[in-house]
């Protein structure tokens, strides 16, 4: 069932995504060359506590940290540990912030320092793709049409769409229906109302689109070893069209 939010619930959230964003900020600012992906955890969790919020995923379904952050071929789902950020990789970090008991998520790939013209191409079109899919974000429309946009552009720029990971609602829980991919035809599945929530969620490789398991249970690479990007925003359909609720991703790069 999709859980529709009032305009007082949006509000709330808008105010968790306030404070995602100034996280990811902050986790941009720190990262450089040699920082672990520990202490970046560190940073946000205490930014996050902070500011009277709750990191939406430690602890859920037993994940260890207030980030996931994925380097270069790891798409998504990383737990935090020792390795330090070098020149040329992408980080990618997801976070999820519970904030008065709503929740809003976000993510962004971020470039340290140099990195190569695949590499730039890549961001750009994940935070591309997310665009368009968000201008599908609109009452009246379907749900398969946000997933259609976000294919065309990733495809047509030569790079894969992961197939097996979705995005989702979100709100009163931090995973909710419908379950968004991000290809397929248009016009197909829900149709969009106002107060629906949505955490769309672009997750693309510059190679093959299959991805594997590490033994962690939680890590998610590209089988060929290529390079991830992933960007997210929560988006309410409003009357007046989407709204972004989170002010993270594509700010930061461009």
Not at 163 to 182: F, T
Not at 217 to 229: G, K, N, Q
């Amino acid at each position: 069932m999709i859980i529709r939010k009032s305009k007082q619930e949006i509000e709330g959230m808008a105010r968790a995504g306030e404070l995602v964003h100034e996280t990811l900020q902050l986790v941009a600012e720190q990262l450089e060359p040699g920082v672990t992906m520990l202490e970046l955890d560190r940073i946000a969790d205490e930014h996050i506590v902070s500011k009277g919020g709750i990191p939406t995923s430690k602890g859920y379904k037993g994940f260890p940290a207030a980030l996931c952050i994925s380097p270069n071929s790891m798409v998504v789902h990383g737990i935090p540990n020792e390795y330090r950020a070098q020149e040329g990789d992408l980080i990618s970090v997801d976070l999820g912030v519970t904030l008065d008991g709503l929740v809003a998520d976000s993510a962004v790939t971020l470039p340290v320092g140099e990195i190569s013209a695949v590499a730039q191409r890549l961001l750009a079109v994940c935070q591309d793709a997310l665009a368009a899919g968000i201008e599908q974000a609109q009452s009246g429309n379907h749900l398969s049409d946000i997933s259609h946009a976000v294919q065309l552009v990733v495809e047509e720029a030569g790079f894969s769409v992961v197939r097996s990971l979705v995005g989702h609602g979100v709100g009163r829980s931090y995973h909710e229906d419908p379950q968004i991919p991000n290809w397929g035809p248009p016009g197909r599945g829900p149709v969009l109302q106002e107060g629906m929530t949505l955490a769309i969620e672009p997750m693309i490789t510059a190679g093959r689109p299959e991805v594997y398991v590490h033994d962690d249970d939680w890590s998610i690479s590209s089988v060929d070893e290529s390079p991830a990007a992933h960007f997210e925003h929560t988006v309410a359909v409003t009357a007046e069209g989407p709204r972004i609720l989170t002010k993270a991703g594509a700010a930061l790069l461009r």
